[in-house]
Structures are given as C-alpha cells and as structure tokens.
C-alpha cells in the first residue's frame, strides 16, 4: 500500500471514546436517576416502570428518524448536535428543583424531550464506527470493542457517582450533573475525524434513510438476521430498572442501585476486552449461545434476593452479552452499503429498542398489577427467559446461514480472497 493510501487509514478514535465514555458517565447516572425521581414524585413502581418503556418508545421513534440526518449530513455532525440538545433538555429539570417548581408532569417532559433526542444520538454514535471503518471487518471489530470499553468503563463510574451523590449530597446534585457531563462531550465528539462522504453514483439520488435503510434489511438476510439478533439482545436497557426496583423493592436500600449499575458495567469491560482481545475465540454463533446463557441467568438472578448474587448475574450477563452484541455489529457493518450507513443503523436499532419497549412495558404491567415485588420480578424473568431461548434458535440460524455460506464458496471454487487492504497492517490509533 502506498504511504499516502495508508496515511488515509489512519483514524484517531480518540475524539470518539473520550466522547463516549463522558456521556455513558451522564447517560449511566441518568438511567438511575430517572427512576429514582419519578418514584419519588409519583410514590409508584408501575408509574415508574410504565414511563420508562413509553421514554423508550420516544427513544425509538428518534432512533428511526434519526437515519435521515445521519445520512445527509454525516453521523459526526448530528452526534455533536444530538448531545448538546440532550444536554438543554436535561438541564430543565434542575433548574426547576432549584426554583420550587419541580413537579411530576414537569419531570416526565423533560425526559421525554431527553428521550427524542437521544434516539437521534442512538442512531449517530452506531453509525460513526462504520464511517470510520468502511466495511472492513478488522478495523470494525478494532473500533467496536475499544468504543464499548469506553462505553462500559462510564457505566461503571456513572452509577458509582450517583450512589456518591445520594449518600453525601442532596438529590439536586446528581440531576444537576447529568446535562454538564452531556455538555462536556459534545465538545470531544467534536474531536472525532471528519470522513468524506461517499460520493453521489451519476444520474441517481442519494441512497440513504430510514426507510431506504429498513428496505435494505428486510432484502438481505445477513442485514435481516443480524438486525433481529441485536433486537432479541438489546436487554442492556432493563438494567436501570432492574437495579433501581431491586435495590429498593428488594434491598429497601436505593443506594445500592449504583453498586449493581456497576456491576451490570463491569461485566460489560469484561466483555469488551475479551472480544477486543480474541475476536475469532469463537464463531458469532457461538457468541450468541453464550450471551444466551447470560440471559438465563439475569432472568434468574434476583430469585435468592441478595446484593452480591445479584451483582454476579449481572456481570456475567453483560460480559456475554455484549461480546454476542460486538459479533452481531461486525456482521451488520460488513455487510451495510456506507451510502446507507445511517438508514441501516437507524432500522437495526428501531428493532433493539422495539424490544427494550416490550420488556419494559412488562415490567411496569408486572409492577403495577401490585401483587408483591417477587411475583412482579417472577413475571419480569420468565419474559427474559424467552427471550433467552429466542437468542438460542438465533445462534442455530446463524450457525446454519455461515454454514451454508462456506459450502457454496467451496462448490465455487474455494474461498473468497481477502481485500488486499485487509493484508495490510491497520492504522487505526488512540
């Protein structure tokens, strides 16, 4: 390759994860805290769980309509303008609690403006690793696990810091945090490189969108099954109301949320440095099958009704979990046109938060039928549970697809070469 050719390939993901680990730091203390204040405005576990699923189907709705602007203007763009937004919509609710004037409608406004917005930085931050690594399996698999590191190291400080905040300072301090820390990564994101835009083919529009994105994966059965696995494994988004509702139903202890938040972030590092490490230890469907298992056991986990059980569930759910989600990322960017980039992005992720909405909702139901807080967790684990054994038909399907993959190149005359870039040493550094 010639040095200039190489120079091109060097990309500085510092901008990136700096970003990413600044705004998971806001994003993880705002996913403990929002639950922890509407139970305190409205005195109700099912109001609670009910407007955290309705917070997530607005999410899902700017996820979707967030493939527009990602493809127009670039995903780095919209990521820098997404989290300023989110940043304005967040800052609300202190300024009403300092003034007197925080009420419970007032609170569910503003998360719900939160919520839009953030379905737009939703579709952007997935979008941004496949600008920077077009198509080349390597070079994603590099960018995605060092981004969920960041993304996971966040998590684990952000619930750390608010049980820092709830034991030693007033509630006002946590919810006053959350939109500066949004604030101050808009600024790193703005470090991230800008890439040129794929250049428009003579005599056609621009290929690109939401809907245009959703087409494409309905018609391509790698784009189509890999969409559907991210769905069936987007359970990352319980954790906020598995922690809080254990931590209080269970606990009587809020406090621990931010220990359990933690330990759900921990196991997502784990996760991430595994796979960063050994991308090829196992097949995507054996990746699956694992993150399966982990679904077994965060279905399970809160039966013995202990902090430290459920902590262990926790980490070893989110370390299976999210190497089955990075298997399942690299397959989905290989396979996605960059012109399409955003709209296919927006499309995988209308389907993973689809899902989260689901299960939130059955949480809220299970919660607001007051039958006790173990039969109410009893219903939450058998929904997770079949989404477990979802996750393992998943992982036969795609086993079944690599492998009639292989037979058919082998019937062609052998398998596909390599890119001759891929041959090449990577220049992707921090």
């Not at 500085?12 to 705004?23: K, R």
């Not at 097949?283 to 059980?309: E, M, Q, T």
């Amino acid at each position: 390759m010639a040095p200039e050719a190489a120079a091109q390939k060097r990309v500085s993901l510092g901008g990136l994860l700096g970003g990413v680990f600044v705004s998971e730091l806001a994003n993880s203390a705002l996913h403990l805290a929002q639950p922890l204040l509407i139970l305190k405005l409205s005195r109700s576990f099912g109001d609670a769980a009910l407007f955290a699923a309705f917070d997530t189907a607005v999410h899902m709705a700017g996820t979707f309509a967030g493939g527009w602007p990602a493809d127009r203007i670039g995903a780095r763009r919209l990521l820098i303008l997404s989290t300023i937004l989110r940043a304005a919509a967040l800052a609300l609710i202190p300024l009403a609690w300092a003034a007197g004037v925080l009420t419970l409608g007032r609170a569910m406004a503003a998360y719900t403006l939160d919520a839009l917005v953030r379905g737009f930085t939703d579709t952007a931050v997935h979008t941004v690793p496949l600008e920077l690594g077009e198509n080349d399996p390597e070079t994603l698999d590099l960018i995605n696990s060092r981004y969920e590191l960041a993304y996971e190291l966040g998590g684990v400080a952000g619930p750390l810091m608010l049980g820092a905040f709830l034991l030693w300072l007033k509630g006002i301090a946590a919810q006053a945090a959350v939109p500066v820390g949004f604030a101050a990564a808009a600024l790193i994101f703005a470090a991230i490189p800008q890439r040129p835009r794929p250049a428009e083919r003579p005599g056609q529009a621009r290929a690109g969108g939401s809907l245009s994105g959703l087409r494409l994966a309905l018609a391509d059965k790698t784009l189509l099954l890999a969409c559907v696995g991210l769905a069936l494994l987007n359970l990352y988004p319980l954790r906020k109301l598995f922690s809080a509702f254990f931590a209080k139903g269970l606990l009587h202890a809020p406090a621990a949320a931010g220990w359990l938040g933690a330990a759900f972030a921990l196991g997502g590092v784990g996760g991430a440095l595994l796979y960063g490490r050994f991308p090829d230890l196992g097949s995507a469907a054996k990746w699956i099958a694992l993150g399966a298992v982990g679904s077994v056991s965060l279905a399970a986990g809160w039966i013995p009704g202990g902090l430290a059980v459920m902590m262990a569930a926790a980490f070893f759910f989110s370390l299976a979990n999210t190497g089955a989600r990075l298997s399942l990322a690299r397959r989905l960017q290989a396979a996605t046109p960059l012109d399409a980039a955003g709209g296919v992005t927006a499309a995988s992720r209308l389907g993973a938060n689809a899902a989260s909405v689901l299960l939130k909702a059955l949480m809220g139901a299970a919660f607001a039928l007051g039958a006790g807080v173990y039969l109410s967790f009893g219903i939450v684990g058998a929904g997770v549970g079949v989404l477990a054994l979802g996750q393992f038909v998943l992982a036969a399907r795609v086993a079944a697809q690599d492998s009639a993959k292989k037979t058919a190149e082998s019937a062609g005359g052998g398998h596909l070469e390599r890119a001759a870039g891929r041959a090449q040493e990577r220049g992707v550094v921090v």
